[in-house]
């Protein structure tokens, strides 16, 4: 989503986007957590071996992603990086 607002005569614009990456190997697991979430497209760089699973839709993020982290927290480091 992409949103405009005027600040001392200038045009901002800003997105928001939902990003994880991994290995390809467990692309799989990208797939599951789209169906059962229900959202999100799931991209691989054969190249770099990555795969990524990406969302830039606000309203999955507020109504569906942020209260299943907060229901279900990520243990270790990225955990934390949520939470600041």
């Known amino acids: 989503m992409t949103s405009s607002k005027m600040n001392s005569g200038q045009l901002l614009r800003f997105s928001l986007r939902f990003e994880i990456s991994q290995k390809t190997k ?3 697991i990208f797939y599951a957590i789209s169906i059962f ?4 497209s799931v ?3 054969k190249k770099r071996g990555m795969s990524k699973l990406t969302s830039a839709n ?3 993020l507020q109504h ?3 209260p299943f ?7 270790g480091f990225k955990g ?3 939470q600041m």
């Open 69 to 75: 982290l907060l229901a279900h927290p990520i243990p």
């Open 80 to 82: 934390l990086q949520f």
């Open 26 to 28: 467990d692309i799989y």
């Open 37 to 40: 979430l229900g959202f999100g």
């Open 58 to 60: 606000l309203t999955f």
């Open 64 to 66: 569906i992603l942020i």
């Open 43 to 45: 991209t691989s760089d």
